[in-house]
């Protein structure tokens, strides 16, 4: 399977702990991104990357959390002292090309922090 | 600010009966339009976008999509409803012009229901 994986698909947490998740992008793909969806609402924008250039970050993003994507290939985003606020699935996109093409979405790490 | 409204929560159709799910969109510039779709425990999957060119727009799983600028919606719709259509419909928009460099601005979700 050659699509957008992320690990671990689940983590159960506790309230302080730090958290780090992965993506692997889809190998050609340029542009990295990652959102974060809660029950009953569309995914939410949280940063991107192009190539290893983090590039934008959303107001969701507090200085808790952080991402990085050296060499440009996987991504990671950690979140510092989880609150249970944090808890929703994360997701990660890859997209080829310009600012039209269509993302790509990968499974999802659902974070409960209990 | 861009935005996008799913007005209705969930759409109820019968098998075969055709399919409507409805998206308003509000951008500065000229909007870039997607339809995604959720299945349980999957990852959002594309189905079709609008950039420019002919309003309507055909995608996968035999949906298509109509884009109308001066009603600002995007509705999403397929001929003959099959009960494996049922899942999650998200439509997304992200604007044109400069600004952000590709995040998608996605509505709330709209929930389809298809009875045998």
């Known amino acids: 399977d050659t699509g957008v994986s992320q690990d671990p698909r689940h983590k159960i947490t506790k309230r302080g702990q730090n958290v780090t998740f992965r993506c692997d992008p889809i190998?050609?793909?340029?542009?990295l991104y990652w959102y974060r969806q809660t029950l009953g609402q569309g995914p939410e924008f949280l940063t991107y990357f192009q190539n290893e250039a983090q590039l934008e970050k959303s107001r969701l993003l507090s200085d808790r959390f952080s991402a990085e994507r050296p060499k440009g290939s996987f991504s990671t985003l950690e979140i510092q002292r989880t609150e249970q606020g944090d808890s929703a699935m994360y997701l990660c996109?890859?997209?080829?090309?310009?600012?039209?093409?269509?993302?790509?979405f990968g499974p999802g790490t659902r974070l409960t922090v209990t | 600010a861009q935005s996008v409204a799913q007005p209705e929560d969930q759409v109820n159709v019968a098998e075969g009966n055709p399919l409507t799910v409805k998206c308003t969109y509000s951008?500065?510039?000229?909007?870039?339009l997607f339809w995604y779709v959720q299945y349980p425990n999957r990852g959002l999957q594309f189905l079709l976008k609008?950039?420019?060119?002919?309003?309507l727009v055909k995608g996968s799983y035999g949906f298509e999509a109509e884009f109308n600028k001066s009603q600002t919606s995007f509705h999403l719709k397929k001929p003959s409803a099959l009960v494996s259509d049922s899942a999650l419909y998200f439509c997304a928009v992200r604007d044109g012009y400069g600004g952000s460099q590709g995040n998608l601005i996605f509505g709330k979700g709209t929930k389809l229901s298809v009875k045998p």
């Open positions: 996109a890859s997209s080829l090309g310009d600012q039209v093409g269509e993302q790509y």
């Open positions: 951008v500065s510039g000229n909007p870039y």
């Open positions: 190998s050609e793909h340029n542009r």
């Open positions: 609008y950039i420019t060119g002919d309003n």
